[in-house]
């Protein structure tokens, strides 16, 4: 599975962005699929992620801020944020489960400063 992230940039606290990724393969050979990031200096961590049957999860700072979905039909996973803090600055990775396999896509940079 080759995945395709885009959507990252720079927004004020506050602001929001929509981060897209773009599956190679049908969706329905892909079991869960989402989003993981990686801020300067620190270990990589899951933020969100939806099933193949529409099961959403979401690591704590995520809930409330941020929201996962996903278009079978289009082979599409996207992650809307809102209320963005510096903290969230870091490179998101959009990945994807198939037979029990995890792949990565390229990450997008995020970075929310004044």
């Known amino acids: 599975v080759q995945l395709q992230a885009s959507g990252g940039g720079l927004v004020q606290p506050g602001g929001s962005l929509r981060l897209s990724c773009a599956a190679s393969?049908?969706?329905?050979?892909?079991?869960?699929m989402g989003w993981y990031r990686q801020a300067p200096g620190k270990q990589r961590e899951y933020v969100a992620g939806?099933?193949?049957?529409?099961?959403?999860n979401y690591a704590d700072f995520a809930k409330g801020r941020f929201t996962i979905s996903r278009d079978n039909a289009k082979n599409m996973v996207y992650l809307k944020m809102n209320s963005l803090k510096p903290d969230d600055t870091a490179v998101y990775y959009c990945?994807?489960?198939?037979?029990?396999?995890?792949?990565w896509g390229q990450g997008t940079l995020v970075t929310v400063s004044s």
């Open positions: 939806v099933t193949r049957g529409g099961i959403l």
């Open positions: 990945y994807a489960v198939a037979i029990s396999t995890m792949y």
């Open positions: 393969r049908s969706s329905s050979s892909i079991e869960d």
